[in-house]
């Protein structure tokens, strides 16, 4: 088990504490079950002239639904979290994580593409644009996407550690539960009581 202790948070983050050991939990049970993990990170977004109601989960509950089923039936033993933050739009957005069996499966940009379209079907619009591929910050600094964790190579612990502190982003407390909504802020993929 990987503890919270070892993750390098950003100091200017206050986190979540629920969705931070969910996070963790998702990352432990996936990387003990399949010796190769396959993570990836995307953000999803509302059309800015959107106009139906946002003010539910269910749009991106569904979305994932979708993307989940596809690569169910790829056998990519697809599992997910994502997190909705709302801040100065009036739109939500939701950042996610997929995880995937490296064994069966190393490209990656096929998921941005797929996300899009399960999206843009969901919610009944043709526009472009809707998910960003995390690559590149706001301020123009690249990041690492669609990382390959290996039990069997030596850099695995680092690797490990450097997922845990990529995706630590999505407990950041900021834009989530501050409009007492009553909204869930996070979910995820079912994992069997048993683990």
Not at 47 to 54: A, L, Q
Request: charged letters at 30%; aromatic letters at 10%.
């Amino acid at each position: 088990m990987y503890e919270q202790e070892n993750i390098e948070q950003n100091k200017q983050y206050k986190y979540n504490k629920k969705i931070l050991k969910s996070t963790n939990f998702l990352i432990n049970h996936y990387t003990n079950k399949h010796c190769k993990t396959l993570v990836v990170r995307c953000d999803i977004r509302y059309p800015s002239d959107y106009d139906k109601n946002t003010d539910t989960n269910d749009d991106i509950s569904r979305c994932m639904r979708k993307v989940r089923q596809k690569y169910h039936r790829q056998q990519l033993d697809p599992h997910f979290i994502w997190v909705r933050e709302s801040e100065a739009s009036s739109h939500p957005h939701f950042h996610v994580a997929m995880f995937f069996d490296g064994n069966k499966v190393r490209s990656y940009n096929h998921v941005f593409k797929t996300v899009e379209e399960m999206f843009k079907n969901t919610i009944e619009v043709d526009s472009q644009g809707l998910v960003n591929d995390c690559m590149t910050s706001k301020n123009g600094k690249q990041h690492e996407n669609g990382i390959l964790l290996d039990r069997n190579k030596d850099n695995y612990p680092e690797r490990l550690r450097q997922v845990h502190n990529q995706l630590s982003y999505l407990a950041k407390q900021h834009g989530k539960g501050e409009y007492a909504d009553g909204m869930r802020d996070f979910g995820m993929s079912r994992i069997p009581k048993t683990i």
